[in-house]
């Protein structure tokens, strides 16, 4: 405790204690002045005033909290749409931070204040009179007898020393006591007043991140894709024509291996272009998800049935979602299941859009068992979507999607 942290603590306890009763005659005035006119409407204003008697009073907490804590306690009050009173009123009364400061000045006014000002009252007077028994001895008392504090008397010189030696040893220990009760008394308030992120502020900006991230991993994606369409893939088209026409110059052995050479390239170009439609299809990008759903069933292995009725267009993220769940889905129906037939269907409604997949597989499909079904359930998930399966043994299974979503054309 530093010797300046007194008075500071002092201050902030007595200005609490002034806050409260001021802040308790209003609200009692208030609150009569309204109940009687509340007859007559007038006093309806005054006893809804009632509820923002908090504001003023927290924000004198915030100043004297600067004579305690150096570090500025925020109150994230929200700034009113529009200008004017009502805009005002209606942010307030729709705010937590008003209802937050509202049961601080509750508080206030009925259990902080008086303890504060008996606290500054004890603090100050019980050392100061201790200190001051020799002198009132000496002059009030007329060198016979003086009340100190009117509990007890002192009849002696003696008896007065002691007293001011017991007034010194009671300046520092109030002294100390105003200090700790002023923190004490601050890291209250700061606790009360301090605004909370709510749990549905917290999940709107989780909501916002995820949004950003799944769009700056679609910007990215987008941008491979297009890198390696008029990049590497334009250069691999080159060099098959290049070797062509080299082979048809050269002959003998010399043209076996060009011709070995150009089919290399073929085959990378094969695969480059395949790599493209696994990061981001382009009949998806031009058509939609309905014509990239028919495409994936074309290319099935298995037959697949396909009743997708989704002319809608979504965000790339949710197109793109339900796009490689329907592919990791056929590849699964081909590679594992045992399935001589499948169904795709899909539609929108109610601002969902909803995809099931379907075989007569064996069935015993499980998302933990590492076919990808996990992956998909994640996928989905940054959308905000859900993955759901049936899969019991001896088929079927139905895999279905559901994603919250606005469609866009």
Not at 139 to 165: C, M, R
């Amino acid at each position: 405790m530093r010797a300046r942290d007194v008075p500071g603590a002092a201050v902030y306890l007595l200005g609490n204690a002034v806050t409260g009763l001021l802040a308790l005659l209003v609200s009692v005035l208030l609150f009569a002045v309204g109940g009687v006119l509340a007859v007559v409407v007038v006093g309806l204003p005054l006893l809804a005033g009632l509820a923002l008697i908090g504001l003023p009073v927290a924000a004198i907490e915030r100043r004297l909290q600067r004579l305690i804590d150096g570090r500025p306690l925020p109150h994230r009050h929200r700034v009113p749409p529009e200008p004017g009173l009502a805009s005002w009123l209606r942010t307030r009364y729709a705010e937590p931070g008003t209802w937050r400061e509202l049961g601080f000045a509750g508080l206030l006014m009925t259990v902080l204040w008086p303890v504060d000002l008996l606290a500054v009252t004890l603090g100050v007077t019980v050392p100061a009179a201790l200190v001051a028994t020799p002198v009132l001895f000496g002059t009030i008392g007329d060198a016979e007898q003086v009340n100190v504090l009117k509990a007890y008397p002192v009849t002696s010189w003696t008896e007065a020393l002691l007293s001011a030696a017991a007034g010194l040893v009671a300046v520092a220990a109030c002294a100390g006591g105003l200090v700790l009760l002023a923190r004490v008394r601050a890291a209250l308030s700061r606790a009360i007043l301090t605004p909370r992120r709510d749990l549905d502020e917290t999940v709107v900006e989780l909501t916002r991140s995820r949004v950003r991230l799944v769009d700056a991993f679609e910007a990215e994606r987008t941008r491979i894709e297009r890198d390696l369409h008029d990049g590497a893939q334009q250069r691999l088209v080159a060099l098959t024509v290049m070797l062509g026409l080299a082979r048809l110059d050269a002959g003998g052995p010399l043209a076996d291996q060009l011709s070995r050479a150009q089919d290399q390239a073929g085959l990378a170009l094969v695969e480059l272009r395949e790599l493209i439609r696994g990061i981001h299809p382009p009949v998806l990008t031009d058509f939609g998800l309905e014509a990239a759903v028919a495409d994936l069933a074309d290319r099935c292995p298995v037959p697949v049935d396909v009743a997708f009725e989704v002319p809608q267009r979504f965000s790339a993220a949710v197109e793109s979602a339900a796009y490689f769940v329907v592919s990791e889905a056929l590849a699964n129906l081909a590679r594992h299941s045992g399935a001589d037939r499948g169904t795709i269907s899909g539609r929108y409604a109610a601002g969902t859009l909803t995809v099931e997949i379907g075989d007569n597989g064996c069935g015993g499909a499980d998302i933990g068992a590492g076919t990808g079904l996990l992956g998909l359930a994640d996928r989905v998930s940054v959308v905000g979507g859900r993955l759901s399966l049936s899969s019991p043994p001896g088929g079927p299974t139905r895999l279905i999607v559901e994603i919250p979503c606005q469609a866009c054309g």
